[in-house]
Nanobody
C-alpha cells in the first residue's frame, strides 16, 4: 500500500495559479503510474492528469490541457499538479492516486478510470472565485 497526502489547495481568483503536491510513502513510489482526479459536489470523480513511472510521459483531460502540468520528483516521492489560468469550473476536491499495477500507459486508457487506482489521498479543496 502507498500512503498519499495532498496539499496546496486553497482559494484563488479566476486566472490565478496553484500548485498541488502529493507526498507518497510506503511501498516503492517510483514504479507506478500516478494520477490526479477531481470531484465537484454532486458530481463523479473525474480524471485530470496522469504521469508514468519515469515522468517522461503524461496525459491530460481535454478540459485542462495547456493549463495544468503534472510532474514527479522521484527523490522526494512527490507528484505535483501545477494549475494555471484557473477557472471557476476547476473548483473541486482534488485527489492524487497510485496505480500499483502499471508503470506505463496503455492504449486502453486505464489511467483515466478511478477504479483502476489502488491508493488514494484524502483530497485537497481548490476553490476558484469569479
Amino acid at each position: 500500500q502507498v500512503q498519499l497526502v495532498e496539499s496546496g489547495g486553497g482559494l484563488v481568483q479566476a486566472g490565478g495559479s496553484l500548485r498541488l503536491s502529493c507526498a507518497a510513502s510506503g511501498r516503492t513510489f517510483s514504479n507506478y503510474i500516478m494520477g490526479w482526479f477531481r470531484q465537484a459536489p454532486g458530481k463523479e470523480r473525474d480524471f485530470v492528469a496522469a504521469i508514468n513511472w519515469s515522468g517522461d510521459s503524461t496525459n491530460y483531460a481535454d478540459s485542462v490541457k495547456g493549463r495544468f502540468t503534472i510532474s514527479r520528483d522521484q527523490a522526494k516521492n512527490t507528484v505535483y499538479l501545477q494549475m494555471n489560468s484557473l477557472k471557476p469550473e476547476d473548483t473541486a476536491v482534488y485527489y492524487c492516486a497510485a496505480d500499483r499495477k502499471r508503470s506505463y500507459f496503455s492504449s486502453r486508457r486505464y489511467y483515466t478510470r478511478p477504479g483502476e487506482y489502488d491508493d488514494w489521498g484524502q483530497g485537497t479543496q481548490v476553490t476558484v472565485s469569479s
